[in-house]
């Protein structure tokens, strides 16, 4: 037997293609075999077919447990981990009173390690396999990032942040600066290993538009890096771009004129946009990041889903921490249901899953290798376990027939409402185990 082939055997879950509708095209083995081989997925089928050849393999049993693909989180700060749940403000006044403090600590590279570090932890102990991540200003703290994710073999989105005005000076970059660092950083990171680049001007309001020239020209010297930024996330700072850029008429205009939309352009928030924006977004091949529970958390407003759908824009789901509350993709699905609740509107568990696996995926241009669990990709798998406490055991009690799962789509959405630290019971990078519950319940 090949000492390469790992054979697992759970309840699995994914989403092989690209689909508008993930309520039909998923694909769903209730006693299901999993077979993984140097870190890629081999086989995957019905347990009850499993081929002769893997007879022979040990097998690790998750029956009664779901296995998914790896969470995407397709917008978080890193350096605001220990910020999460700051009281009262909302948005402008957020970053000046708890943001702007917090990300200075960064200058301190040692200091950036650890929280890299601490901060890695809560994403794979919540399901996330990977990230689009927002570092600080500091070259070397987002060295440090990328350093410990390369340890940990990850398929994480990266960038420094730029700001040349409007923060503290301390926090300032420059246009060269922005550019040089942005640069060397591609040079050192992007493609290596698993690791990607993502080019990361906080927002308008803290770009001078010489800086935003500058990145546009790195965006078309690089035109794989992903580019991510803050749009229409709230009233004030609609108002403060309109001031500080008048000769644009849309906030996204702003970016636009710059070389910033495009494929693999990643925009969070965009709660206040003008149907002009939605189909510049959707014409540029660019993605939204749908952030529920911070837009709930910094009062910033209640995302359009309808609008984003009718306008069949790339959506992904995304924490968000720190002005997101919570690191664990599944309690924000739950968010951004109760989001389309207030809008009257509907997000079927389905859905909600396909925005933080596959649609993510697909809409960053990485599902030939995470976001699903199609044969030839990287072997990014968590397993649930729907009986992590006494609550939700008794929830969940209904979705069993026998020892499998018969109704995987009502176990989402429970867990989406329901979930905590527990409910993962494991987390797979590139096929090695670098996660497990060991604080659960179950006994
Ligand atoms: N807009 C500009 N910077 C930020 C940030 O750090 N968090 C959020 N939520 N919005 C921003
Ligand atoms: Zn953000």
Redesign the pocket.
């Known amino acids: 037997m090949d000492p390469n082939l790992q054979l697992y055997r759970a309840s699995i879950l994914h989403f092989p293609t690209s689909t508008a509708s993930p309520e039909l095209e998923f694909c769903y083995f209730s006693d299901g075999y999993m077979v993984t081989r140097n870190g890629k997925i081999e086989d995957l089928g019905n347990f009850k077919h499993l081929p002769s050849e893997y007879r022979e393999l040990k097998c690790v049993d998750y029956t009664g447990m779901l296995l998914l693909p790896g969470l995407i989180d397709s917008h978080v ?1 890193f350096p ?1 981990t220990e910020m999460i749940a700051s009281f009262g403000e909302q ?1 402008l006044e957020w ?1 000046q009173n708890y ?1 702007f403090p917090t990300e200075q600590k960064f200058e301190d590279e040692q200091y950036a390690a650890n929280i890299s570090n601490l901060f890695l932890n809560q994403l794979l102990s919540n399901g996330t396999t990977s990230a689009l991540v ?1 570092s600080t200003v500091h070259k070397a703290a987002t060295d440090a990032l990328f350093e410990q994710a390369r340890n940990l073999n990850m398929c994480l989105a990266a960038g420094k942040v730029c700001m040349d005005r409007n923060c503290p000076p301390e926090l300032q970059d420059t246009v060269q600066s922005a550019q040089v660092d942005s640069a060397a950083l591609i040079e050192k990171w992007h493609g290596n290993g698993r690791l990607l680049y993502a080019l990361t001007p ?2 308008a309001p ?1 770009s001078s538009p010489e800086q935003l020239s500058a990145l546009g020209e790195l965006a078309k010297q690089y035109p794989d890096v992903f580019i991510q930024t ?1 749009l229409s ?1 709230n009233k004030n ?1 609609i108002a403060w771009v309109k001031s500080l850029y008048p000769e644009f008429t849309h906030y996204l205009d702003v970016y636009d004129y710059f070389g910033l939309v495009r494929n693999r352009s990643v925009f ?2 965009c709660l206040h946009l003008l149907p002009y924006e939605w189909e510049l977004l959707k014409s540029a091949g660019a993605t939204v990041a749908f ?1 529920p529970s ?1 837009n709930l958390f ?1 009062g910033s407003g209640l995302f359009d889903l309808e609008e984003a759908r009718q306008h069949k824009v790339n959506i992904a789901l995304a924490s ?1 921490v ?2 997101g509350t919570t690191f664990n993709m599944l309690r924000v699905q739950g968010e951004a249901y109760k989001v389309s609740q207030l809008n009257h509107s509907k997000l079927s568990p389905l859905e909600g899953l396909y925005m933080m696996t596959q649609g993510a995926a697909v809409a960053l241009g990485l599902d030939s290798s995470i976001g699903n669990l199609n044969v030839g990709t990287d072997a990014d798998f968590i397993l649930l376990d729907p009986k992590f406490n006494q609550l939700s055991q008794l929830r969940t009690a209904n979705v069993y027939e026998g020892d499998q799962i018969d109704q995987p789509s009502d176990l989402i959405f429970a867990l989406s409402m329901l979930a905590d630290e527990r409910t993962i019971h494991a987390t797979y990078v590139a096929g090695e185990r670098v996660y497990q519950n060991t604080q659960g319940e179950r006994r």
Do not use: K, N, P, V
């Open positions: 700060h605001q948005l970053l943001t927002y906080r927002f803290t803050h996330e700072e969070g928030h952030c911070s910094l968000d720190g002005a």
